[in-house]
């Protein structure tokens, strides 16, 4: 990547021009700005400026600086003179970012578990101790990013994952039930660890509960029992 060493600093010198005017325009408009002995409170808003016109240009507005040089600068001063929103801007686009790729993981590993969960219901008796630790293992990794999910549609399909593999496992423990109990028992671990059974983003779905241990006891599910 080539970088315009040069047309950045002009832009920077801008913003920082930008961040000069912010103080008069922040003591004509009746809102004085907390400086620190001159000349350090003058240079501090120059950073401040300096920075939020290169925040400005390349990562908020992504301007084509070739085309638009004149506009460039313009818009580097603004940048600098009102460097606060910009900072505010920067820090949301963060945030935004941030809360994609974890949508995103999380929508990942829940069809990863769903497809281990698809497994575990097509093995046969001798595999399924493979397939119920593969289904824990995803599970496990869907618990630790669940609790970070912010997008709704992924929180469902994420509790949809995790009520699937209780379920089908519920079916396992007729067939084996020390592998139905093991794996079920490092299920609730994993769901304790990161929080899961506590957390407000999946908990609405009244559906949807991590099921008793005892429910695994003694190879048999009581509530088909009759049991409480």
């Known amino acids: 990547m080539n970088v315009d060493w040069r047309?950045?600093?002009?832009?920077?010198?801008?913003?920082?021009?930008?961040?000069?005017?912010?103080?008069?325009?922040?003591?004509?408009?009746?809102?004085?700005?907390?400086?620190?002995?001159?000349?350090?409170?003058?240079?501090?808003?120059?950073?401040?400026?300096?920075?939020?016109?290169?925040?400005?240009?390349?990562?908020?507005?992504?301007?084509?600086?070739?085309?638009?040089?004149?506009?460039?600068?313009?818009?580097?001063?603004?940048?600098?003179?009102?460097?606060?929103?910009?900072?505010?801007?920067?820090?949301?686009?963060?945030?935004?970012?941030?809360?994609?790729?974890?949508?995103?993981?999380?929508?990942?590993?829940a069809n990863e578990a769903k497809l281990a969960i698809q497994n575990l219901e097509k093995a046969t008796d001798p595999q399924l101790p493979v397939a119920a630790t593969s289904v824990v293992e995803k599970i496990s990794d869907l618990l630790a990013v669940a609790p970070e999910v912010t997008d709704r549609?992924?929180?469902i399909s994420i509790a949809q994952s995790v009520d699937g593999a209780m379920n089908t496992l519920r079916k396992v423990q007729i067939k084996n039930p020390t592998v139905a109990k093991k794996a079920t028992s490092e299920i609730m671990a994993a769901a304790n660890a990161s929080g899961f059974s506590g957390s407000p983003t999946l908990m609405p779905f009244g559906w949807f509960r991590l099921p008793d241990s005892s429910e695994f006891a003694y190879g048999h599910d009581k509530r088909k029992d009759g049991g409480s």
């Not at 003591?27 to 925040?55: D, E, H, K």
């Not at 603004?78 to 801007?89: K, S």
């Not at 820090?91 to 999380?106: D, F, I, M, Q, Y």
Request: proline content about 5%; overall charge positive; some cysteine.
């Open 153 to 155: 549609k992924v929180s």
């Open 7 to 109: 047309e950045m600093s002009q832009i920077a010198g801008a913003g920082a021009f930008g961040g000069v005017v912010s103080i008069i325009y922040s003591i004509t408009t009746g809102t004085p700005p907390v400086l620190a002995p001159f000349p350090f409170g003058v240079i501090a808003y120059a950073i401040l400026g300096s920075v939020s016109a290169l925040i400005g240009v390349y990562v908020l507005a992504k301007t084509d600086t070739t085309n638009h040089a004149r506009h460039c600068i313009v818009f580097s001063i603004i940048c600098g003179v009102f460097w606060a929103p910009i900072f505010d801007g920067a820090s949301a686009l963060v945030k935004n970012n941030r809360e994609r790729a974890v949508n995103a993981k999380g929508a990942s590993k």
